[in-house]
């Protein structure tokens, strides 16, 4: 299956409907998510059952692990399965929450399937930046919040009136959190980045001094939705973990927090514990907590996106390479060896020439996008396979 490609909501319903029930209470499916990073919003790991051909990118992991929780919420909910009723009932969902009111979206869901328009509203969900020219000159930011969706959607598989409003409430109660945890505790770089990755991440209320107050604590008082409380409880421990250790000070903001939510100090340690384990195992994949120099991070963003442009459009890629096979021998002999100044200048030609002719290509093409050449000379051996449709059901 490959997130990135047209389908891919259809073939996960074709693998989710042949599986063994994964889920069977909202306990292990919050565990699970945990586990693959989506509920503190880094994502790193998706479900066994997904087969993918080439390893995937955290906003790739976001949506796999993102419809996971939201088919899994709506089996448990509703004590349904069939994932045709499941896509329609999500549908309806997003367009409740409003994500698609701009003229754009409405052009672009016009005249197509369910499945196929939902492909859209997810990607409008994960991805903050809806540019490629932006994202390929910035960092790929993928929404960290995207577990809110997914206590909405809990809450409106009971009751679907006002469910925007909802939305703002979450949020607003999320970002207090971030907001108060921090400042519990003496930041670092780590913290700043976080606290801006949370703060980008709102979609239903703006990130500014008005919904910044101290009556959230007041309101947290009176929730009775555990599951809401418990994702509250862990981005609180998020916020304040420091290198596999706490300060007096936000073990003080966090068990406080915890009781008010009506937990008890061994279930605020489990939290804390689980958060520690988590960071100690994928400290080296998390993007915010890496201190790389610009240079790096600058060449590690072009090169997820050559790599999903690649894979995008494998199969025109294939159709044009074969056409000229200079440029597949030039390409080959790339990997083993420089090629001359004569040999590069070829390949830069006939490569342009072929991004001519798939639009979504048109970046190369661009002032500046020859630096991406390289980049892509180098991914192109390993990501084109001899055949490519990861989202094609067998009949």
């Known amino acids: 299956m490959n997130p990135s490609a047209n389908g891919w909501i259809d073939k996960f319903g074709f693998i989710v409907q042949s599986e063994p029930p994964l889920y069977n209470d909202y306990q292990s499916l919050y565990e699970a998510l945990k586990t693959f990073g989506f509920v503190y919003g880094i994502n790193t790991g998706i479900p066994n059952f997904i087969n993918t051909q080439h390893s995937l990118s955290e906003d790739e992991m976001a949506k796999v692990n993102l419809l996971t929780a939201l088919y899994g919420t709506y089996k448990i909910e509703s004590k349904k399965t069939d994932f045709h009723q499941f896509i329609t009932k999500l549908f309806k969902f997003y367009q409740e929450l409003k994500v698609d009111n701009s003229s754009f979206f409405h052009k672009i869901l016009i005249g197509k399937k369910t499945s196929a328009q939902l492909e ?37 598989l009971s009751n679907a009136s006002g469910i925007r409003e909802e939305a703002q409430r979450l949020e607003y109660l999320t970002i207090n959190i971030t907001y108060h ?181 048109a970046i190369f093409i661009l002032p500046g996008g020859a630096v991406l050449l390289p980049i892509f000379i180098k991914l192109i051996p390993k990501l084109l396979p001899s055949s490519f449709d990861d989202n094609r059901i067998e009949k």
């Open 120 to 156: 859209v509203l997810i990607d409008s969900r994960v991805y903050l930046e809806d540019n490629i020219v932006g994202k390929t000159f910035s960092s790929f930011i993928t929404n960290s919040l995207l577990f809110i969706d997914v206590l909405l959607f809990k809450e409106f």
């Open 181 to 361: 945890a921090l400042n519990s505790k003496e930041k670092n770089k780590s913290d700043e980045r976080l606290a801006q990755l949370f703060a980008s991440s709102l979609t239903f209320i703006e990130s500014d001094a008005k919904n910044f107050d101290g009556m959230y604590r007041e309101k947290l008082l009176g929730n009775t939705s555990v599951w809401e409380n418990q994702y509250f409880l862990d981005i609180a421990c998020l916020t304040v973990w420091e290198d596999k250790s706490l300060e007096y000070q936000e073990s003080e903001f966090v068990f406080g927090f915890g009781k008010d939510l009506g937990f008890t100090e061994e279930a605020i340690r489990q939290s804390l514990k689980e958060v520690q384990h988590f960071f100690k195992i994928n400290s080296r994949s998390v993007p915010f907590l890496k201190d790389s120099n610009l240079a790096v991070q600058f060449y590690d963003s072009m090169a997820k996106v050559v790599k999903k442009l690649i894979l995008r459009n494998s199969k025109r890629l294939q159709g044009e390479l074969a056409q000229s096979k200079e440029l597949v021998f030039l390409l080959s002999k790339s990997t083993v060896r420089d090629l001359t100044p004569e040999e590069k200048k070829k390949v830069q030609n006939q490569l342009l020439d072929i991004f001519k002719s798939i639009p979504s290509l």
